[in-house]
């Protein structure tokens, strides 16, 4: 025998545990093919058993751990089904695998949100779905985690629940929160799923729709659970906090309920469901959980899972049972170990080790099943608690259907009352048919007088009429109630035949199950004592269902006798109702005849009314033709006075012509609703005439305007103006010529006339100038709040004139010290004499408001006098802009980085600025106020400081400037000749410059003028042209042209504001 002394240690190794790793690998196999098979690109729902295995397999090896290596090796990016897949059988592992699987789901959490999120991005159903999958998956994860006392499955005791709560009131109200949250996750995937599903109820037998409906499943076993514990736990609270406090949750709870309501009711009438799970009912109103005692009417839904038929293809052992070795793989090692050293110790494999690998296979075998036996337990006592529940729901709705049956006999009551009520009315009928037969016979008495008296015999004939409608509308109700009594004697009958067999039905249903139940607790007898109870407790509740079917027997025979007493009183009605169709027959044939007779003379009278009604429309007619003259003849007198020679003196504002335009254009829509008024009843044509006058004498003023406007408006302008009236004129006699036709009147198109009169009023709008962009009603504060402004910039400027003064003695001496010192002297004293002009002019400006406002108030003033409001804001803000630019100026000489010039231009700047100002105050100022002779005083004194202040700066800048001396003793004749040729050129380039330059200050001070708000172009005004002199001292800046301002006419100040005519016109 040969004997090895020395082997090695990787086969002593492998030989003890080759057992263990061939059913680990066994295992990993199995999970493999599983997972492969339940989570794949096919669009069918995951079958059953492939998921209860991977259930098994977590419970196997005490965690996912299996499942995801696997799980996150698949494609997922690839395939959205796939996705949707994976969320359905990890739901079903939270759900029912080892409670080590929520551990191992946290680990991956950012694998599941990062799936989520791709799905999110890209445009799939299917995503769509996976996206809302994932957040439901995240928030169960984090809730379980949160509250280990849940387990996934959620499924806890009351107990258990109350114990999770606590008593802190802080605590209940944040895990109602939470359980919210839980809720609003799982409804808003059932609401996708469905949105994406068609509302038939036949798409749930396809494939494609079962893919989806499969995980609302474990949705409607989750959605059970949280709205059994959101309601404990908002009573809860409703015991603990004031309702007003809980006004938010009860909102809250309210939408879950409806949405869970419906969600429950659309899922059991699929055919997909219905083999698959029992969905309980809810009620039809949320508990009122201000009310305590409603927390003993809530009921608990409970979630039942029928027994699964065993499938067509046989399942695969997760654990291998036999002794034997695999079939597949019989003597790997064995053959291995064999070739390599031979037999050991001349026998296959030690006896021991068999022993130990056969126990082993015999304790996975028994703890197997005894999981399997536990899982078998669980699940029929949740069945028997699901069916305890399904017949307390029974006897619940046995009860509503006893409420239901006395609420019916109720109704049937009152009907009872209503129909002898309408015999009752029925009789009184009779008594107005027999008033109705006198009244009749009266009439045929005075049938002789009614040619004299017409107005009798219309009456007469509408009285008749009238009551020819009553007796056909009676005969119309009684009919209908007649219809009513026999439609609710079906009802009645079938209501009660329907009751019988669902009594009859439900009996021989709640008899077999109490066989069954019988049967199973005589077969489960040792091993489920507890459920032994329960059926003790259903057997007790079927007792009771029985004697509360022998109660609601007899409610049926006392219903059965009250429908009897109902069909008696039935036929009772029938005789009475033929007897008043038999009386309404006679009085149809009576009301006939005298409708025969009546009809004759009402045709007469239709006739003789067509002639008068011809008559009215003729006369109407003529009454519109002679409005339709009178509105022709004012307008073709407006159209005439365009081509006047007198009418040239005439002038009008634009801002008369805009109102005048809008008048008229407002006037064609009530000249359209009066032309459509006479097309529609043309025997009333009052509305079309007073419309006709109002826009003819409208149109007119817009016309004369329009041409009175054009007389001061630019040439370009004026030509659009006259050609835009002359348009309007035209389209106007031409809307006249149509209406006196009657062929052409219905043609006539009032709407015409808007687009000549929009012309016009775009043409006024143009010429309308351009003031500050402010409302009316502000101007008043405006003119406060410049004037204040204006102040403000003064006294900004004389200070730092101050500072600049000590500044310049600090950093200068000698002949520049002097030379800064005079000129900023001179700033001073014309800045003081500027603030004391500004405080003069506005106290004038408030003796102007208080003596020219009367009863109106300082606002109101402003508002109507709004031109010379708005010269007086430019003029403010000029004088401001000019103290600032003054002060820049001075600053820049002082530091020999600006030029004298520009000092000297801001000079006459503010002098020209500050006239404005005294202008504009001087229009509404009374001549003999004593503070416009202060102001007209310090207008003088402006301009003297502004004078010096041009004298200092010459004279400064004439001494700071060195001049080189000329002397010209060393040139020859040439060389005199050719510089004094250089100089003349020199001349003509200079004078060239100055023209170009005055040119230019024309256009700007033009631009200036038209921003102004100047109504004409500014080469209109004779103070806007640039002066002609040659040296630019004696070229003054005009002080009004460019600003808006008052003329300088003393007469037409009280007419004029801002240079502008009044809106009237003058002869």
């Known amino acids: 025998m040969n004997s090895i002394k020395n082997v090695p240690a990787r086969v002593?190794?492998?030989?003890?545990?080759?057992?263990?790793?061939?059913?680990?690998?066994?295992?990993?196999?199995?999970?493999?093919?599983?997972?492969?098979?339940?989570?794949?690109?096919?669009?069918?729902?995951?079958?059953?058993?492939?998921?209860?295995?991977?259930?098994?397999?977590?419970?196997?090896?005490?965690?996912?751990?299996?499942?995801?290596?696997?799980?996150?090796?698949?494609?997922?990016?690839?395939?959205?089904?796939?996705?949707?897949?994976?969320?359905?059988?990890?739901?079903?592992?939270?759900?029912?695998?080892?409670?080590?699987?929520?551990?191992?789901?946290?680990?991956?959490?950012?694998?599941?949100?990062?799936?989520?999120?791709?799905?999110?991005?890209?445009?799939?159903?299917?995503?769509?779905?996976?996206?809302?999958?994932?957040?439901?998956?995240?928030?169960?994860?984090?809730?379980?985690?949160?509250?280990?006392?849940?387990?996934?499955?959620?499924?806890?005791?009351?107990?258990?629940?109350?114990?999770?709560?606590?008593?802190?009131?802080?605590?209940?109200?944040?895990?109602?929160?939470?359980?919210?949250?839980?809720?609003?996750?799982?409804?808003?995937?059932?609401?996708?799923?469905?949105?994406?599903?068609?509302?038939?109820?036949?798409?749930?037998?396809?494939?494609?729709?079962?893919?989806?409906?499969?995980?609302?499943?474990?949705?409607?076993?989750?959605?059970?659970?949280?709205?059994?514990?959101?309601?404990?736990?908002?009573?809860?609270?409703?015991?603990?906090?004031?309702?007003?406090?809980?006004?938010?949750?009860?909102?809250?709870?309210?939408?879950?309920?409806?949405?869970?309501?419906?969600?429950?009711?659309?899922?059991?009438?699929?055919?997909?469901?219905?083999?698959?799970?029992?969905?309980?009912?809810?009620?039809?109103?949320?508990?009122?959980?201000?009310?305590?005692?409603?927390?003993?009417?809530?009921?608990?839904?409970?979630?039942?899972?029928?027994?699964?038929?065993?499938?067509?293809?046989?399942?695969?052992?997760?654990?291998?049972?036999?002794?034997?070795?695999?079939?597949?793989?019989?003597?790997?090692?064995?053959?291995?170990?064999?070739?390599?050293?031979?037999?050991?110790?001349?026998?296959?494999?030690?006896?021991?080790?068999?022993?130990?690998?056969?126990?082993?296979?015999?304790?996975?075998?028994?703890?197997?099943?005894?999981?399997?036996?536990?899982?078998?337990?669980?699940?029929?006592?949740?069945?028997?608690?699901?069916?305890?529940?399904?017949?307390?729901?029974?006897?619940?709705?046995?009860?509503?259907?006893?409420?239901?049956?006395?609420?019916?006999?109720?109704?049937?009551?009152?009907?009872?009352?209503?129909?002898?009520?309408?015999?009752?009315?029925?009789?009184?009928?009779?008594?107005?048919?027999?008033?109705?037969?006198?009244?009749?016979?009266?009439?045929?008495?005075?049938?002789?007088?009614?040619?004299?008296?017409?107005?009798?015999?219309?009456?007469?004939?509408?009285?008749?009429?009238?009551?020819?409608?009553?007796?056909?509308?009676?005969?119309?109700?009684?009919?209908?109630?007649?219809?009513?009594?026999?439609?609710?004697?079906?009802?009645?009958?079938?209501?009660?035949?329907?009751?019988?067999?669902?009594?009859?039905?439900?009996?021989?249903?709640?008899?077999?199950?109490?066989?069954?139940?019988?049967?199973?607790?005589?077969?489960?007898?040792?091993?489920?004592?507890?459920?032994?109870?329960?059926?003790?407790?259903?057997?007790?509740?079927?007792?009771?269902?029985?004697?509360?079917?022998?109660?609601?027997?007899?409610?049926?025979?006392?219903?059965?006798?009250?429908?009897?007493?109902?069909?008696?009183?039935?036929?009772?009605?029938?005789?009475?109702?033929?007897?008043?169709?038999?009386?309404?027959?006679?009085?149809?044939?009576?009301?006939?005849?005298?409708?025969?007779?009546?009809?004759?003379?009402?045709?007469?009278?239709?006739?003789?009314?067509?002639?008068?009604?011809?008559?009215?429309?003729?006369?109407?007619?003529?009454?519109?033709?002679?409005?339709?003259?009178?509105?022709k003849a004012t307008l073709q007198d407006a159209v005439g006075k365009l081509d006047d020679p007198l009418h040239l003196r005439c002038t009008s504002s634009p801002d008369y012509l805009v109102g005048r335009a809008q008048a008229a254009l407002d006037s064609v829509s009530a000249l359209e609703s009066g032309h459509a008024h006479y097309l529609t009843s043309m025997s009333d044509a009052s509305a079309l005439v007073a419309a006709l006058t109002h826009f003819s004498h409208l149109a007119a003023d817009a016309i004369i305007n329009g041409s009175a406007t054009s007389h001061l408006a630019p040439t370009d302008h004026a030509d659009r103006l006259m050609d835009t009236c002359r348009e309007c004129g035209a389209q106007g006699l031409e809307f006249l010529g149509q209406l006196q036709d009657r062929q052409a009147l219905p043609q006539a198109q009032p709407s015409l006339l808007r687009l000549p009169l929009q012309n016009l009023l775009q043409l006024g709008q143009e010429l309308r100038p351009q003031s500050l962009d402010v409302r009316q009603e502000e101007l008043g504060a405006m003119v406060d709040k410049e004037m204040a402004a204006t102040s403000a910039a003064i006294e900004d400027a004389v200070r730092r004139i101050e500072d600049m003064m000590n500044q310049a003695r600090h950093a200068s001496s000698g002949l520049k010290l002097e030379v800064n010192e005079r000129i900023l002297k001179s700033c001073t004293d014309l800045m003081k004499a500027i603030r004391l002009l500004v405080t003069t002019s506005t106290s004038l400006q408030r003796e102007i408001v208080e003596s020219g406002r009367g009863a109106a108030t300082q606002q109101e003033f402003y508002a109507k006098n709004s031109r010379w409001t708005e010269g007086l804001i430019s003029a403010s803000k000029a004088v401001g802009w000019g103290a600032t630019q003054l002060v820049e100026s001075a600053d820049k000489v002082v530091l020999h980085t600006g030029k004298y010039e520009l000092l000297i231009a801001c000079s006459h700047e503010i002098a020209a600025s500050t006239a404005q100002l005294v202008a504009a105050s001087k229009v509404k100022a009374d001549k003999h106020s004593r503070h416009l002779g202060h102001l007209q005083e310090c207008s003088r004194t402006v301009n003297e400081m502004a004078a010096n202040v041009v004298a200092s700066s010459k004279s400064g800048q004439e001494q700071i400037e060195e001049r080189e001396t000329m002397d010209f003793s060393g040139l020859s004749l040439i060389k005199l000749k050719k510089q004094e040729l250089e100089s003349q050129v020199r001349v003509l380039e200079l004078e060239k410059t100055l023209e170009v330059e005055r040119v230019r200050l024309g256009e700007l001070r033009k631009q200036h003028y038209a921003l102004a708000g100047g109504t004409g172009t500014p080469s209109e005004e004779p103070l806007g042209r640039p002066c002609p002199a040659p040296r630019p001292s004696a070229c003054r800046k005009p002080p009004l042209a460019q600003k808006p301002s008052v003329a300088t006419r003393q007469d037409a100040q009280p007419d004029r504001k801002d240079g502008v005519h009044p809106a009237q016109l003058v002869n």
């Not at 293809?313 to 002794?323: A, H, K, Y």
Request: some cysteine; overall charge negative.
């Open 12 to 631: 002593l190794s492998r030989r003890p545990g080759h057992s263990l790793e061939a059913e680990r690998e066994q295992f990993d196999k199995t999970q493999a093919i599983s997972i492969s098979k339940a989570i794949n690109t096919q669009e069918a729902p995951v079958k059953e058993k492939h998921a209860r295995r991977i259930i098994l397999g977590t419970h196997h090896e005490k965690g996912a751990f299996t499942f995801w290596s696997y799980a996150i090796g698949l494609p997922l990016p690839s395939s959205s089904i796939l996705s949707w897949k994976l969320c359905h059988v990890l739901h079903k592992i939270l759900r029912d695998g080892h409670p080590n699987v929520l551990h191992d789901c946290q680990r991956y959490r950012s694998n599941i949100r990062e799936i989520g999120d791709l799905w999110g991005h890209l445009h799939d159903r299917y995503g769509q779905l996976v996206t809302i999958y994932t957040k439901l998956l995240l928030t169960k994860i984090s809730f379980h985690l949160k509250h280990p006392q849940f387990p996934a499955g959620l499924e806890v005791s009351d107990e258990v629940l109350e114990k999770a709560a606590g008593s802190d009131v802080n605590n209940i109200f944040q895990l109602t929160v939470e359980l919210f949250d839980y809720m609003d996750c799982e409804l808003k995937l059932s609401e996708a799923v469905f949105r994406q599903l068609n509302t038939a109820i036949a798409v749930s037998q396809m494939s494609s729709g079962q893919c989806r409906l499969a995980p609302l499943i474990q949705v409607i076993q989750d959605c059970s659970h949280l709205y059994h514990y959101t309601v404990k736990l908002m009573f809860k609270l409703h015991s603990c906090l004031p309702a007003d406090t809980l006004q938010g949750h009860r909102d809250r709870f309210h939408e879950q309920f409806h949405s869970l309501r419906n969600f429950f009711r659309r899922a059991s009438d699929m055919i997909y469901f219905k083999r698959l799970i029992q969905i309980p009912r809810l009620p039809e109103g949320p508990p009122n959980f201000l009310r305590a005692s409603a927390l003993a009417e809530h009921i608990k839904p409970v979630v039942v899972i029928p027994e699964e038929a065993p499938e067509d293809e046989e399942p695969e052992n997760l654990i291998e049972i036999s002794t034997g070795p695999p079939a597949k793989e019989p003597t790997v090692t064995a053959d291995l170990f064999d070739q390599t050293f031979g037999p050991p110790n001349g026998s296959v494999k030690d006896d021991r080790d068999l022993q130990m690998e056969s126990l082993k296979r015999e304790v996975e075998v028994l703890r197997a099943e005894l999981e399997k036996m536990k899982l078998e337990a669980q699940r029929y006592i949740a069945q028997l608690k699901g069916q305890v529940n399904a017949l307390e729901a029974e006897l619940e709705e046995q009860r509503k259907q006893k409420q239901k049956a006395l609420v019916d006999n109720e109704q049937l009551r009152e009907e009872l009352a209503q129909l002898r009520a309408a015999q009752r009315e029925g009789e009184r009928n009779q008594g107005l048919r027999e008033e109705a037969e006198k009244k009749a016979s009266a009439t045929e008495a005075r049938y002789n007088k009614l040619k004299e008296k017409h107005s009798e015999l219309v009456n007469t004939h509408a009285e008749l009429l009238r009551k020819n409608a009553d007796t056909a509308k009676q005969l119309t109700v009684t009919q209908q109630s007649q219809e009513e009594v026999a439609r609710v004697k079906e009802q009645l009958a079938f209501q009660m035949e329907q009751a019988r067999r669902e009594s009859e039905m439900k009996l021989e249903e709640q008899s077999d199950q109490l066989d069954k139940l019988t049967r199973e607790l005589e077969a489960r007898a040792g091993e489920l004592g507890r459920a032994q109870e329960a059926l003790n407790r259903q057997e007790q509740s079927g007792s009771e269902l029985s004697a509360q079917l022998a109660t609601l027997s007899a409610e049926k025979d006392a219903l059965s006798h009250a429908v009897r007493q109902r069909e008696a009183d039935l036929l009772a009605a029938q005789d009475l109702v033929r007897e008043k169709e038999v009386a309404l027959s006679q009085e149809q044939q009576r009301g006939s005849r005298e409708r025969g007779e009546l009809q004759g003379q009402l045709a007469e009278q239709e006739s003789r009314e067509q002639g008068l009604q011809q008559q009215l429309l003729d006369q109407q007619f003529v009454v519109l033709l002679g409005a339709v003259a009178a509105a």
